[in-house]
């Protein structure tokens, strides 16, 4: 099969024949219809994931057809239309029997733990517990974007967050996850102030529905008539964690959606706030597959739109272009020619 593959930490990433992997025991093999450039494949290119052995494919934002069945599957058969979320969970853990499957002791995830979906064929574990079935009228492209970027947004602001209507989210950070957040935090019913650098960035959130798209977080607090509610850093930079916590009024919800590996630096959350204010400091990692109906709902009536962050559709020969330019291109590219 043809795939994108690195030898090397911020080598190259060419485009190789490399062997179509085998099904697993309980998992099954993928053809990928569509699989999204996000943030995490660039910190698995840059060598930040201690789970990522070399040489490696990407991948992990992904939708596709199943084309092969391990032993002992029992719900999905070839020709099924699915995707997946980025944690593939074991369904036999502690977290996993209390529902927790987005922090499962045991979980695999595709483009780290093992080769990713930047290729024609990728291997999934524990199909039984983590492959979710799309309705016809979803396309791959628009469906990839539910492995990662729309379902973590989603669980960062209504599961974890609880925005109530009303309430002022403020998003730093508007790449794939924060204008996720910004069309979640938005469908909720919330006020949205965004957060980024990028003028064409602020435009993408802007056009989605957020109240105010700033360069910087000092205007928070008096446009929100004190401090946000919820925030989140969606970057995973270490100074969006800190005006993400700093942005905050009293009783206030911090949000962390963003990855933050250690080998770019610890942020210096300032725990005087969080006593002084009643902050609440949350992660939020993924989504468990047994979450999706609620979202897939919020997408079949039209309330979220994830193919409105879609600005471009790529070939796999371009994918390594994109993966390298992550954070530098406004919008989410999603690869959907194999
Ligand atoms: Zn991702
Ligand atoms: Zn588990």
């Known amino acids: ?25 309980g998992g099954v093999v993928l053809r990928v219809g569509a699989t999204g450039v996000c943030r995490s494949d660039w910190h698995a290119w840059q060598g930040h994931d201690p789970d990522v ?22 719900r999905w058969r070839a020709g099924d239309r699915v995707t997946v979320p980025f944690v593939n969970a074991c369904g036999r853990c502690a977290q996993c029997a ?8 045991r979980q695999t995830q595709p483009g780290f733990a093992h080769w990713g979906s930047m290729a024609q064929y990728v291997a999934l574990d524990a199909a039984d517990v983590n492959l979710v079935a799309l309705p016809a009228g979803l396309d791959d492209a628009t469906a990839a974007a539910l492995g990662c970027r729309v379902a973590t947004a989603f669980r960062a602001v209504v599961q974890v967050a609880r925005v109530r209507p009303g309430e002022w989210v403020a998003v730093h950070g508007c790449g794939g996850v ?36 700033l360069d910087g977080p000092a ?16 970057a995973g930079a270490v100074a969006a964690c800190e005006d993400s916590v700093r942005c905050l009024r009293p009783r206030g919800r911090h949000v962390q959606v963003g990855l933050l590996p250690p080998a770019q630096g610890r942020p210096a959350v300032p725990m005087d706030l969080v006593v002084a204010r009643e902050l609440q400091v949350l992660g939020s990692h993924g989504m468990a597959a047994h979450a999706y109906p609620e979202l897939l709902g919020l997408v079949a009536a039209g309330r979220l739109r994830p193919q409105a962050l879609v600005t471009r559709e790529l070939g796999l020969d371009e994918a390594g272009a994109a993966l390298a330019a992550v954070g530098r291109a406004p919008g989410v590219a999603v690869v959907t020619r194999f």
């Open 1 to 25: 099969m043809r795939a994108l593959v690195f030898e090397t930490f911020g080598g190259p990433l060419t485009v190789q024949e490399v062997p179509a992997p085998d099904p697993a025991p």
């Open 219 to 234: 205007a928070i607090p008096e446009l929100t008539g004190g401090g946000a509610h919820v925030s989140l850093d969606a």
């Open 98 to 105: 209390a529902g927790e499957h987005q922090v499962c002791d």
């Open 53 to 74: 052995v070399l040489p490696h494919v990407p991948g992990h934002e992904l939708a596709g057809t199943v084309a092969a069945v391990g032993a002992g599957v029992r």
């Open 178 to 213: 924060g204008l996720s957040a910004v069309q979640v935090a938005l469908a909720a019913g919330a006020r949205v102030v965004a957060v980024d650098v990028s003028p064409a960035a602020r435009a993408l959130a802007a056009d989605l529905g957020a109240e105010h798209a």
